[in-house]
């Protein structure tokens, strides 16, 4: 009886293939450390972990506060002592506004204190609906949208429309809600030297050839720039004529944040866009807080509906958040009023922020940082012992001697571990309308004095 | 038959809760309702591209057509063609104090909720069954409105600084202390904004090098928070001490992932009450845990505090656990004290700690001093030292509204998810046109009630939600429970087959997931 050749060739083949695989090495496909239980429960027993918290020693500059008895109005009483208000954002001096607050205690009668509930479930009030409306109306665009905290304003905007992936070109000045915004977006962040316009074209630039490369990644991949009108950091101005004409050049988006500068800039105080006379629908989104200008609590988003009604679904401090106590809102559309109806106290406002300017100049050891319109001033150090720790110790000699006699100052401050670029070491000024020219002009000299007799 | 648990003797009380299953019709039928919502979905896209249909959606600017596009159109599907059918039944507003009645400010849509206006009329009287009013602080008259009256016209609306610069004020340093008091912690801090109070303090305690192990239904404010720290995350499944185990096992003995370096610290992220199942966190068997393996506990009682409790101070206290065991106590303001903000209390370097490196404390502005006021006032109430015994009555008639609610709803065959001391009460739905349909049934009939669906619930678990309130009468219950009744017969709601399943039915098995930083 005789196979078939095939039929050998198969079972030759066969036997071969069973030889090799008896003589093959075996390998594992995962390196397993198999612990024994015992060695486990070893292992768990030995771990220590950190403790929660680091020891903060005593003495940190952070630690303790200064505490202010009453109102934070014009004349401020900070530990005990009666002061002159040089410290707080409260820029128009809408804090102790007599219509502001009678607005805020009939909201309080009507509606109670706290909301009860996100906007999604029976948070949207009224008053939430007329100061969305009145803001986009004040602001001139299509639809404006609230938020609880002006924190959240910009941190809950940015990663609503740039995900992982997009690309977005940043000032390095940018403040701290910037920040965190940019990192909760997990997208692609490149920043450009401080208002430079040259830096920002090149990254641009290197951007377009990179496009060019992947031009069907290129098709998909948002592009944003966000910049502030005022910066909080640097008290000066974003040259915005010039990023409109990048924008337009390069396709890319602009997110505009405008927390000092709303209220402030401008003819009637619509920030940055009016300052410049530029179409306002030629920015994107503009967001700001309402808690310097208007002296409220929150913040908003303002633009086109296309944009921001996105937010109403996608904004995380928007919907997972309890929306604005109706008294906050209620007090800011009354400062809106104010606003609106007296126009003259933004050039009031320049008047003073010009005049101050001009006396800061010429102290010895100080510099003035920022423009000659900004009502948030930083006064640094000339030169810098070069260790951070003892440029704010002799910053806070300053701020004390100031404060002895009779004007509250504040240092800035920074989270210097978290901050992508920080910031010198530096004392805010805020001038507020209402300020007298004799107050400044004593501010002025007690700050050449202090510098005099700690800084020589 | 409700499994009870006692598990060795951890609990003092009995721990009811029940996730009853959806049946298999039910789950089939939800399905094919989504599908056939695709569908037309997909018909529709289709005929607003080809011009057949007017699009109603806000386009982009002339001058901006040659940008990268800003939204995928794929990611506003959802949007456009299931949401906009239901969109009324959320985002209602309301012209009152968010109390048990609350006023109501009609508004109709003629093309189908794309836009809609206002009548100017306004339904009076609606039960409020949404807002997070749990013992009855949202109040227009009373002691705390009057002492927020007059704090405000003291203080004024705002500060206008941060915390660290002149934002500080005494008010700050008086609410602290006595949220401290309230809590049996040694000190305490607060903030402005509940959400901020998670996404900003998690990132100053945990960072790179450290793990979190978050709970599955962890609101989007710890997640946020846990993302942003930089810590790698694990989550374990919901409420289940097996999984949770397992991974802290897993944790300690391999370490950090491929370097095997131990961990630096390992934090537990739960909540106090989960808004969404209506669950309470086994906190006795975490505390036990937490012990064993020596890491943090960071307990969210954003709706536990004041809720749960004989003495209404959470879930710690309906545990009758000691506090000091939990390490960071956070809370918020918002729900049971009628007012806006959170807190975190703990212990003295703690809070020393996240004085200095919060970043609330540096950057965001403090609260505002009537809010606080009110806070004062409405926590010196349920402490009972205004002298009177109104806070005390308050937390036992929310504790008999709740009982009685649940018990009730569960008689007439509702599938009710969650604990049976949880003042909220999810009523299960599951079909996409009942989500519209209920709510709108309910308005007619004068009742406000919250309706859930994707993506906050898993796609076929959509839900009512139901907030009790001490300030809900027996009348008012006993009125909105006549109405479910009826829309529960109308709609065909009553799935429930009295098949209570047993807790520890829900098995747990290998998956775990790890999310690691990016």
């Known amino acids: 009886f005789q196979a078939p050749a095939y039929h050998l060739i198969l079972e030759g083949i066969l036997i071969l293939w069973i030889i090799r695989l008896l003589f093959s090495k075996t390998y594992k496909l995962q390196e397993r450390s198999d612990l024994t239980l015992k060695e486990k429960e070893e292992l768990i027993e030995e771990w220590q972990p950190e403790p929660l918290v680091p020891p903060v020693p005593k003495d940190h500059p952070a630690l303790n506060y200064n505490i202010v008895s009453g109102p934070p109005t014009h004349i401020i009483t900070v530990n005990g002592k009666e002061c002159i208000n040089f410290a707080s954002f409260n820029f128009l001096g809408l804090l102790d506004n007599e219509k502001v607050k009678s607005a805020a205690q009939a909201s309080l009668k009507k509606y109670g204190v706290g909301t009860c509930g996100p906007r999604g479930f029976y948070g949207t009030f009224d008053v939430h609906l007329e100061l969305e409306e009145r803001l986009a109306k004040f602001m001139r665009t299509e639809e404006a949208i609230i938020y609880s905290y002006g924190f959240a304003t910009i941190a809950s905007a ?299 | ?243 949770l185990e397992k991974l802290l096992k897993d944790a300690i003995v391999h370490g950090q992932p491929r370097t095997r370096r131990p961990w630096k610290k390992i934090l537990i992220l739960v909540e106090g009450i989960y808004s969404m199942e209506g669950s309470i966190v086994r906190l006795p068997e975490v505390i036990a845990l937490k012990k064993k393996y020596k890491t943090y506990l960071y307990l969210d009682e954003a709706h536990s505090i004041g809720a749960l409790g004989p003495s209404g101070r959470g879930v710690v206290d309906y545990f009758g656990l000691n506090p000091e065991d939990v390490d960071v106590m956070m809370g918020t303001f918002t729900k049971s004290f009628g007012a806006a903000g959170g807190y975190i209390g703990g212990k003295k370097e703690l809070i020393d700690y996240l004085r200095t490196y919060s970043h609330s404390a540096v950057y965001a502005t403090s609260m505002s001093p009537p809010v606080m006021e009110q806070i004062i006032t409405s926590i010196k109430c349920i402490m009972g030292e205004d002298g009177t015994t109104v806070g005390r009555a308050r937390v036992q008639q929310l504790a008999e509204n709740t009982r009685y609610f649940r018990r009730r709803l569960k008689e007439m065959g509702f599938i009710i998810y969650g604990n049976e001391d949880s003042p909220v009460v999810p009523l299960m739905l599951y079909m996409p046109a009942k989500i519209g349909a209920f709510g709108r049934e309910m308005l007619k009939r004068n009742i406000g009630v919250v309706v859930v669906g994707f993506p906050a619930t898993p796609i076929i678990e959509s839900r009512a939600r139901f907030c009790l309130s001490a300030a809900h009468t027996k009348e008012m219950l006993d009125t909105a429970l006549k109405e479910v009744n009826e829309v529960g017969d109308l709609l065909q709601l009553k799935y429930s087959r009295h098949r209570l399943v047993p807790l520890l039915d829900r098995p747990f098995d290998e998956t775990t997931y790890e999310e690691t930083e990016d």
């Open chain 1, 158 to 456: 940015i990663p609503a429309y740039s995900k992982r992936g997009d690309i977005v070109f940043v000032d390095e000045a940018a403040c701290f809600a910037i920040q965190k915004g940019l990192q909760a977006s997990r997208s692609n962040i490149k920043l450009f030297k401080h208002n430079d316009m040259a830096d920002l074209e090149r990254l641009l630039k290197e951007q377009e050839t990179e496009d060019q490369k992947n031009p069907r990644k290129a098709r998909v991949t948002r592009r944003f720039i966000v910049v502030e009108g005022l910066y909080m950091n640097t008290g000066d101005i974003c040259p915005l004529p010039e990023l409109i004409k990048l924008k337009y050049k390069y396709k890319v988006r602009i997110f505009l944040e405008e927390s000092l500068s709303f209220g402030v800039l401008g003819e009637h105080g619509r920030g940055i866009t009016e300052h410049f006379g530029i179409n306002i629908d030629d920015i994107d989104l503009i967001s700001a807080n309402m808690e310097n200008s208007l002296a409220s609590i929150g913040g908003f988003c303002c633009g086109r509906s296309f944009i921001i009604d996105h937010q109403r679904l996608s904004g995380q401090g928007y919907c997972f958040s309890a929306s604005l106590p109706p008294l906050l809102a209620a007090a800011a559309i009354e400062a809106l009023n104010i606003m609106e109806d007296n126009p003259d106290i933004f050039q009031t406002l320049r008047a003073k922020c010009e005049h101050i300017y001009k006396a800061l100049q010429g102290i010895s050891g100080l510099k003035v940082v920022g423009e000659s319109f900004s009502p948030a001033l930083h006064l640094q150090l000339e030169e810098s012992s070069g260790v951070r720790e003892n440029d704010v110790k002799l910053l806070k000699r300053v701020v004390d001697y100031c404060m002895n006699s009779g004007i509250a100052l504040t240092q800035a401050r920074y989270l210097e571990k978290e901050e992508k670029c920080l910031p010198p070491p530096s004392i805010r000024v805020v001038i507020t309308v209402e300020q007298t020219e004799q107050e400044l002009d004593k501010a002025a000299s007690l700050l050449k004095e202090a510098a005099q007799s700690v800084l020589n």
């Open chain 2, 1 to 243: 038959v409700n499994h009870i648990v006692h598990n060795g003797g951890l609990y003092k009380r009995p721990f009811n809760e029940a996730f009853e299953e959806t049946p298999m019709l039910v789950a089939v039928l939800t399905y094919v309702g989504y599908g056939v919502l695709t569908l037309f979905g997909y018909l529709r896209d289709f005929m607003r591209q080809w011009k057949i249909e007017k699009c109603q959606n806000a386009t982009e600017r002339e001058e901006q057509k040659d940008f990268v596009p800003l939204y995928q159109d794929f990611e506003n599907f959802y949007n456009r063609n299931l949401y906009m059918r239901i969109r009324d039944s959320w985002n209602r507003p309301i012209c009152s104090v968010p109390g048990a009645r609350v006023d109501m400010m009609e508004r109709v849509s003629h093309d189908y909720n794309w836009t809609f206006t206002y009548t100017g009329r306004v339904i009076k009287d609606i039960i409020n069954m949404g807002s997070y009013n749990y013992l009855g602080f949202a109040q227009n008259a009373g002691v705390c409105q009057e002492a927020a009256a007059k704090v405000l016209s003291q203080y004024g609306a705002g500060v206008c600084s941060t915390r660290q610069e002149m934002g500080n004020l005494d008010k700050h340093e008086e609410l602290e202390k006595l949220v401290a008091r309230f809590l049996g912690v040694e000190s305490a801090m607060a903030y402005g904004m509940g959400f901020a109070t998670n996404s900003m303090n998690i990132p100053a305690l945990v960072g790179k090098g450290c793990l979190i192990l978050s709970d599955e239904l962890n609101h989007a404010s710890l997640v946020l928070g846990a993302r942003l720290s930089g810590a790698t995350i694990r989550i374990f499944k919901h409420n289940n001490m097996q999984s």
